[in-house]
């Protein structure tokens, strides 16, 4: 393969790839998530509950409120998990044998003794390629767990939320 079908290719996935993240992702929207990391060196994005149904808190704090919000009685502790998002396994993903193995069930020659098509280096080299821009590229939605903390109420709620009046009642006071 040469370096001019090399950039062909890798320019058309690199268009196809933006036209799909700009059909998701609107041009202005800016990716304000916090920067924290695991000791694995995993960006926790996410905060919320550990059964939560949907991921919109980007900052700890907030997700805590939320949760906090609204409870007539509060827990003396809550639990409080970071989520990134999840890391596919790039190897399990090589289209050339199934787009080979399709061709020669549709276009192949029956009376071959091999099974099927072998692929050749120019092959390979576009299917790495393509696999670099695609995982390069490729927006995860599904998140996993990677972080998770007890946070004790009480004393979060001193020093994020003072102004609440359920403060006084957990100090003991009114």
């Known amino acids: 393969m040469t370096d001019e079908e090399r950039t062909k290719i890798e320019?058309?996935?690199?268009?196809?790839?933006?036209?799909?993240?700009?059909?998701?992702v609107p041009l202005d929207a800016e990716d304000d998530r916090g920067s924290m990391k695991t000791a694995e060196g995993r960006e926790v994005v996410y905060w919320g509950q550990?059964?939560?149904?949907?991921?919109?808190?980007?900052?700890?704090?907030?997700?805590?409120?939320?949760?906090?919000?609204?409870?007539?009685?509060?827990?003396?502790t809550i639990e409080i998990c970071g989520y990134a998002?999840?890391?596919?396994?790039?190897?399990?993903?090589?289209?050339?044998?199934?787009?080979?193995?399709r061709l020669d069930e549709e276009y192949g020659d029956?009376?071959?003794?091999?099974?099927?098509?072998?692929?050749?280096?120019?092959?390979?080299?576009?299917?790495?390629?393509?696999?670099?821009?695609i995982a390069r590229e490729y927006m995860?939605?599904?998140?996993?767990?990677?972080?998770?903390?007890?946070?004790?109420?009480?004393?979060?709620i001193k020093s994020n939320r003072p102004d609440w009046p359920a403060c006084e009642t957990l100090k003991g006071g009114k």
């Open 11 to 24: 320019n058309a996935l690199n268009g196809i790839v933006k036209a799909y993240r700009e059909a998701l």
């Open 50 to 76: 550990r059964d939560a149904n949907q991921l919109t808190y980007t900052d700890k704090d907030e997700a805590i409120e939320e949760i906090l919000d609204g409870i007539d009685k509060f827990p003396s």
């Open 85 to 101: 998002e999840m890391r596919p396994n790039w190897e399990d993903y090589r289209p050339l044998k199934s787009i080979l193995e």
């Open 140 to 156: 995860i939605f599904m998140c996993e767990i990677v972080t998770h903390e007890t946070i004790n109420v009480l004393d979060w």
């Open 110 to 133: 029956d009376d071959l003794d091999s099974e099927y098509t072998k692929p050749t280096q120019a092959m390979k080299e576009a299917e790495k390629t393509f696999m670099e821009v």
